[in-house]
């Protein structure tokens, strides 16, 4: 075998080439499957309007000279701003609530040795499941009982069912890594409980926690139903919504601006996304791997 | 109950009450209650939430549905299964439900294939590996209303990027010509771009988590496997699908619960159009209970989900618990 490979090592060079082709070969129409329609939304977000509606010209040209007047448009003649502004607040206080829920839950889940504690884990998790389309109506009811109908607070109240869950599974399974003994070690040393959670555990946990605040973040930004169910106000919308809802006027469709105003939060919820994908995966199909 | 607990099994639980007793101490003072106590505070905030704003919301969903409740009208009146029978007298209902099936299971078997060969092109060691996933799975991690819209335009029934590269690779005519597909103006092409979409989203998905099973296999038992002469697709059918299918079963649940109580693509793609060719039960639910003010009614609709998402619910609960114990 050795000898063999010794004795030809350009057929294995151009074997491996081969692979390499075929390799290719075969995922470049994935490729284009999965990043054309968002270079498509880009060259649209930059084209003038009327370079969009030219019958039979090649569409990936710019016949006019490209525009920044979509983005422009977005900023100074929609509430675009107020949805960036709410986007971004609503993330930052579901991911705040989330934490304050799903650190102590995971924590006392992985690691007290609490009667249930696994049938606990995944009743909790099991909710994650229960999707939004049961939900949004007996929800709503509870919003405008709390008097939040049209107003982005709202989703700060329903977003949590989507991320406790999920986030209470992941960082159990975090926190059953990190070592005992050091917590044992903390407690000889007199520290109790709490302390030894707050001055042992959590400082080195922060990976898992920076993982869920990661994911509170882009899971509230992944919905559309219940936006789209609770508020109606134009500058209490997030961004997805206020996009498909407020740049669709009848049968006029503001093409370039509604691509440049998908593009600027979509592009970056998928960057971070992406990042942190593996990590989605294997908290979800954690249990079933291992 | 307080000293009952301790002091019946084994001698060294005996030994401890005995001695906690001789203290003067109750069960409830003991390090392990103090711990089930302290435990049980920290998960509070959690299951309380949950049970609050998933558990209490669900039951109340039941009762919306056997109720008239509209969004107008505060006080409720009890209807019974009023609501499940006007639904299932609704020709509308029928066709939502078979869109919705037709929808998830036809999604799902293209999912799969695609996911599977991208997940086999993603296992071979190449150059630039890394970089071609990120790139892959954008479709995934994109929020799903924003490439929603950027299809909506491809889909345009004019100016369609995908009808002008099909024109000019002389597969279709000219504008206007009988061939020009107009993709969400028929119910068949509309249904098929709406399924298309959901595709396009979900394949990376499927793709990454059969990737996640798959490199989790060690590869001796894949190696021993083949020095033992298994040929290649009874490797696949006695090694690789045993050892994939827990996390095979995670995933197309997951899939699945997506899938069905998904509602942006319908909504902002067709808008349950042409005619209503494209409604399926989410769109039906949210139009009738939110739109139409008929919380009931719409309530009612969105239970008939339930069923459909009960054997994904319990095949998940089934092989989170098989790998627990």
């Not at chain 1, 979509?266 to 990042?275: Q, S, T």
């Not at chain 2, 209807?79 to 037709?102: D, H, I, M, P, S």
């Not at chain 2, 024109?167 to 103006?185: E, R, T």
Request: charge should be positive; charged fraction near 10%; include cysteine.
């Amino acid at each position: 075998m050795a000898t063999l490979a010794y004795a030809a090592p350009r057929t294995r060079r151009h074997r491996e080439t081969r692979r390499h082709f075929l390799v290719y070969l075969g995922l470049a129409p994935f490729l284009v499957l999965a990043i054309f329609p968002i270079l498509w939304m880009l060259i649209t977000a930059l084209k003038q309007d009327s370079d969009l509606y030219l019958s039979g010209a090649n569409p990936f040209w710019f016949h006019l000279p490209p525009t920044w007047k979509n983005f422009d448009y977005l900023f100074h003649s929609t509430s675009y701003g107020d949805w960036i502004f709410v986007t971004m607040a609503v993330a930052f206080w579901v991911s705040m609530i989330t934490i304050l829920a799903a650190v102590p839950a995971g924590y006392a889940l992985a690691r007290l040795r609490l009667p249930f504690a696994e049938n606990l884990g995944i009743g909790i998790f099991m909710t994650y499941l229960v999707p939004a389309i049961i939900l949004f109506i007996p929800l709503s009811r509870v919003v405008s009982e709390l008097q939040l109908q049209d107003s982005w607070w709202s989703l700060i109240v329903v977003y949590p069912t989507i991320t406790i869950p999920f986030c209470t599974w992941l960082l159990m399974g975090f926190f059953k890594t990190v070592p005992f003994e050091i917590e044992e070690a903390a407690m000889v040393d007199g520290c109790s409980q709490l302390g030894a959670l707050l001055r042992v555990v959590l400082p080195v946990s922060w990976p898992g926690i920076i993982t869920a605040i990661i994911f509170s973040f882009t899971l509230s930004m992944q919905d559309f139903l219940y936006s789209l169910a609770f508020i109606s106000v134009s500058d209490q919308k997030p961004v997805p919504l206020g996009v498909a809802t407020e740049l669709i006027r009848g049968d006029i469709y503001f093409w370039g601006s509604l691509m440049a105003g998908a593009l600027i939060v979509g592009v970056p919820v998928a960057i971070v996304y992406n990042f942190f994908l593996d990590k989605f995966i294997s908290g979800i199909t954690g249990a079933a791997i291992k | 109950m307080r000293h009952g607990t301790g002091g019946s099994s084994s001698p060294e639980t005996l030994v401890v009450s005995v001695g906690e007793r001789s203290r003067g101490q109750s069960w409830w003072r003991t390090p392990t209650a103090r711990r089930y106590l302290f435990g049980y505070t920290l998960l509070a905030p959690a299951i309380l939430y949950v049970l609050l704003l998933v558990g209490v919301p669900f039951v109340f969903s039941l009762y919306l549905a056997m109720s008239d409740a509209s969004v107008g009208a505060p006080v409720a009146r009890f209807v019974g299964l009023e609501n499940f029978k006007a639904t299932l007298e609704n020709a509308t209902f029928y066709t939502a439900l078979r869109n919705t099936l037709l929808f998830t299971i036809g999604a799902g078997i293209m999912k799969g294939v695609l996911g599977t060969t991208l997940a086999f092109l993603l296992l071979q060691p190449f150059r630039g590996r890394k970089v071609i996933r990120a790139l892959v799975v954008v479709p995934f991690t994109l929020p799903i209303a924003v490439s929603v819209l950027g299809w909506k335009w491809m889909f345009d029934s004019q100016f369609s990027v995908i009808n002008w590269a099909l024109n000019k690779a002389h597969l279709i005519g000219a504008y206007g010509s009988p061939s020009w597909p107009v993709w969400l103006g028929e119910p068949s092409l509309a249904l098929l771009s709406v399924m298309f979409v959901n595709v396009w989203r979900g394949f990376p998905f499927s793709a990454i988590v059969l990737l996640a099973g798959l490199t989790s296999i060690p590869p001796e038992i894949i190696d021993a496997a083949k020095v033992d002469g298994a040929p290649f697709l009874l490797r696949f059918r006695k090694v690789i699908v045993p050892m994939i299918a827990p996390i095979l079963f995670i995933g197309s649940a997951f899939d699945t619960v997506f899938t069905l109580s998904d509602l942006s693509i319908v909504y902002l793609l067709t808008n349950v159009g042409p005619d209503g060719a494209t409604e399926i039960l989410p769109t039906l639910a949210y139009n009738t209970g939110i739109r139409g003010g008929a919380l009931g009614r719409g309530a009612a609709i969105s239970l008939f989900l339930f069923p459909l998402l009960l054997p994904a619910m319990i095949l998940l609960l089934r092989t989170l618990r098989r790998k627990q114990y």
